[in-house]
């Protein structure tokens, strides 16, 4: 596309876009990077898919059921079969083989609602971090991915996500951070950050 800079900004491109020609039954979308927005953006894909009549499934690896998110209520209310179970932050665990347990259950129900079909989009919020830590084998989430019913587009979030599931996604977007009130010390926010 063709754009050029002026006193007041860019001006608009006047290059018609690529055209795209092909259609996919499915896709892998990753929501990656150090800023705020991954979970948000998956989210707000899940009601998008909802709108059009899919049928979506969300799995949470770090939020668990305890924390009553608002996304969770609005989802269930929605029709959006949601799973929260992760045990929270690590930095709060009173017991990492336990919080690890947790992760590889969370992991294996993960892998029984992509594998069902029974779900046009699939949400993993939060995956890469029990991947990057070695709790859910990468060539196990490669391979969930990979061979996952034709229909089932799978959304994956969280920091750091690892090569091998780029390599594989259709679709990666990078938060990055520019700034972030949590740095100066803010605390989340509830219906801003939960």
Do not use: C
Request: no cysteine.
């Amino acid at each position: 596309m063709t754009s050029e800079r002026s006193d007041s900004g860019t001006k608009p491109p006047t290059d018609p876009p690529l055209r795209a020609t092909e259609r996919e039954p499915s896709l892998v979308l990753i929501n990656t990077g150090d800023g705020k927005g991954k979970s948000t953006a998956a989210f707000g894909t899940a009601i998008r898919a909802l709108a059009r009549g899919w049928s979506v499934a969300v799995v949470q690896f770090l939020k668990s059921g305890d924390w009553s998110v608002g996304e969770e209520a609005v989802g269930r209310d929605l029709g959006i079969d949601w799973w929260a179970l992760g045990d929270g932050f690590t930095w709060d665990s009173d017991d990492m083989d336990e919080t690890e347990a947790v992760a590889r259950t969370a992991w294996q129900h993960a892998k029984d609602v992509i594998g069902s079909g029974a779900y046009e989009l699939v949400v993993l919020d939060e995956v890469t971090y029990p991947i990057n830590w070695g709790w859910v084998d990468i060539s196990d989430a490669v391979d969930t991915i990979v061979s996952r019913p034709e229909s089932v587009t799978v959304i994956l979030t969280g920091r750091d996500a690892p090569q091998q599931l780029i390599d594989v996604a259709d679709t990666v977007t990078e938060m990055r951070k520019v700034k972030h009130a949590f740095d100066r010390g803010v605390m989340a926010r509830r219906g801003i950050d939960y």
